[in-house]
């Protein structure tokens, strides 16, 4: 079944996904390529003006700056790498940046600096370089390689390229989404699973208060936002409100981190380096205990997955895919605790990737009767499309009747696809608003 009915017509989606490639807007990657390269200059003559000329190298991370940190400014050890040697890793840096803030205040500005560039190098390197290498002089897209059993849960994977890690605009001062953009005369489409993990998720723990959340069209980000921020449930979920985007990105991650068995230390440290919030450990003990105690079926089920593969070694997803744990057999508490870990969101993540692939195979039946709607990207749990405008209609009901369809019989979680359109990728309207936008033309 899993063969016949998800992977070999996800194989056909991947390939037309290939063929159609990614229209990508060319000229506007040589100006960004340009600014970019001007940036990382004035902040590398920022960097010298302070370290007198150190050779920091492309990552800001050579044996040369190492020293000048250690030795030089002798300033402290706050990581060590594997290998028993000073880190000088964002981490580190990071670090290193807090203790001068109460120590020596005049480094902080060094160490901003540093941030900032490693992060335009990177941009740079990987999302304007990177990118422009891969772009065919012929049909002026991109044909990146997709995957679809490229990971142990299911889940896809692309490279040459890999476009899954394309970054959004909260965090991209380059604006490398844009980069995508519908050739003339057609428009993009991009429909994305809204909280699939977590749907998934509740499915499996049986939660009252999580499914009647669902059933109810509630919105557990929005809960959990209000909790960490100590804000209105109104104010959580309005997207007009001050740092919206970046709050809910936190409480995605304190949802799918809980979910899959995170500990006190390791949210401290998500928010901390993915939202630059310092939190204490006895914060981070209380949110998860506030989310476990409003989802008491989540404890339950997790304990219950956790011994289960104890004894079996493997998870599996709703299908019957299965991912092996022999590390749950092992003394090393790092290994066990690994294996564990994969043993909570294999199942969550790997029925959720089960069902985009059913989704995928439901679209590649309707395409004969729908040749203009070309696939163009799979990103996690998002379906990028290119197509002609006067098509749109058409084309959300389609995608959105095939992604929103349930899964299985015993599924009794409501599946919701939420569809945004634009000219370019980094500059999508919701198909609510572009509906009113149009009835008000």
């Given at each position: 079944m899993i063969v016949e009915q998800l992977e070999s017509p996800t194989a056909v989606y991947c390939g037309m996904m290939k063929y159609n490639g990614v229209p990508m807007d060319k000229e506007l990657m040589l100006t960004r390529q340009q600014e970019a390269d001007k940036k990382i200059s004035d902040i590398r003559t920022a960097i010298d003006s302070i370290t007198g000329g150190v050779d920091i190298g492309a990552n800001a991370s050579t044996a040369a700056f190492k020293k000048y940190l250690y030795t030089t400014l002798r300033l402290p050890v706050m990581k060590m790498t594997e290998k028993n040697q000073q880190a000088a890793n964002d981490a580190a840096m990071q670090m290193l940046k807090e203790w001068c803030e109460n120590n020596k205040p005049e480094y902080v500005k060094l160490f901003e600096l540093v941030q900032d560039y490693r992060k335009w190098g990177k941009l740079k390197s990987t999302y304007i370089d990177g990118y422009l290498s891969h772009i065919n002089e012929t049909t002026g897209?991109?044909?990146?390689?997709?995957?679809?059993?490229?990971?142990?849960?299911?889940?896809?994977?692309?490279?040459?390229?890999?476009?899954?890690?394309?970054?959004?605009?909260?965090?991209?001062?380059?604006?490398?989404r844009n980069f995508i953009k519908a050739s003339?005369?057609?428009?993009?489409?991009?429909?994305?699973?809204?909280?699939?993990?977590?749907r998934v998720g509740a499915f499996?723990?049986?939660?009252?208060?999580?499914?009647?959340?669902?059933?109810?069209?509630?919105?557990?980000?929005?809960q959990t936002t209000s909790v960490i921020y100590n804000v209105p449930f109104e104010v959580a979920v309005d997207k007009n409100a001050p740092d919206y985007k970046e709050h809910r990105t936190i409480a995605k991650n304190c949802n799918f981190g809980v979910f899959y068995g995170l500990f006190p230390k390791g949210l401290q440290q998500t928010l901390k380096f993915k939202a630059g919030l310092d939190t204490s450990l006895d914060r981070c003990r209380e949110i998860i205990a506030n989310l476990k105690a409003g989802y008491p079926g989540l404890t339950k089920w997790q304990e219950q997955t956790k011994k289960r593969a104890q004894i079996t070694c493997y998870a599996?997803?709703?299908?019957?895919?299965?991912?092996?744990?022999?590390?749950?057999?092992?003394?090393?508490?790092?290994?066990?605790?690994?294996?564990e870990r994969c043993a909570l969101n294999t199942p969550i993540q790997g029925t959720a990737a089960d069902i985009l692939k059913a989704a995928c195979a439901r679209i590649v039946a309707g395409l004969p009767d729908r040749m203009w709607l070309k696939p163009l990207l799979q990103i996690h749990d998002e379906l990028v499309f290119e197509l002609p405008i006067d098509k749109l209609d058409e084309a959300v009901e389609f995608v959105k009747a095939c992604m929103e369809q349930q899964p299985y019989p015993e599924f009794d979680v409501p599946i919701v696809a939420e569809a945004a359109i634009g000219l370019r990728f980094g500059n999508m309207t919701e198909w609510e608003d572009f509906i009113r936008e149009r009835e008000q033309i």
């Open positions: 897209c991109i044909h990146p390689e997709f995957m679809p059993l490229g990971t142990e849960t299911g889940r896809f994977a692309v490279r040459n390229p890999n476009l899954q890690t394309c970054p959004r605009k909260t965090n991209d001062p380059i604006g490398v003339e005369g057609n428009v993009l489409m991009s429909l994305d699973f809204s909280q699939i993990e977590l499996y723990c049986r939660d009252k208060k999580m499914l009647e959340t669902y059933r109810n069209g509630g919105d557990i980000h929005a599996e997803t709703w299908l019957g895919r299965r991912r092996y744990l022999p590390g749950m057999l092992s003394d090393d508490w790092g290994r066990h605790s690994f294996a």
